[in-house]
Nanobody, 115 residues
Framework: QVQLVESGGGLVQPGGSLRLSCAAS????????LAWYRQAPGKQRELVAV???????SYGDSVKGRFTISRDNAKNTVYLQMNSLKPEDTAVYYC?????????WGQGTQVTVSS
């Protein structure tokens, strides 16, 4: 099993910044992918950003240039730095791990962008 613990969500004004963290523990394999997804009310879950342990990174179109994903492989932790936040970024953000034929989701953390 793999456990994912997210932190860093909250309420922020438009134009502000937040940093999410997701710490993975348990049966982690060295070759893996850590990603962030989000789901807004009434919408499908969408990919925000993904980072592989071998260095590849990609972003969803709606966050390119504003969000940055990074990871600390020694700590099995992935981060999402979110800048220039917009009200449409409001969603529950989920951490996702895949590796060694296993896939796991975190419990989600709420991000609300509102004045």
């Amino acid at each position: 099993q793999v456990q994912l613990v997210e932190s860093g969500g909250g309420l922020v004004q438009p134009g502000g910044s937040l940093r999410l963290s997701c710490a993975a523990s348990g049966m982690i394999v060295s070759i893996n992918t850590l990603a962030w997804y989000r789901q807004a009310p009434g919408k499908q879950r969408e990919l925000v950003a993904v980072s592989s342990s071998v260095g590849s990174i990609s972003y969803g179109d709606s966050v390119k240039g504003r969000f940055t994903i990074s990871r600390d492989n020694a700590k099995n932790t992935v981060y999402l730095q979110m800048n220039s936040l917009k009200p449409e970024d409001t969603a529950v953000y989920y951490c996702f791990y895949s590796g060694g034929s296993r896939a796991h989701w975190g419990q989600g953390t709420q991000v609300t962008v509102s004045s």
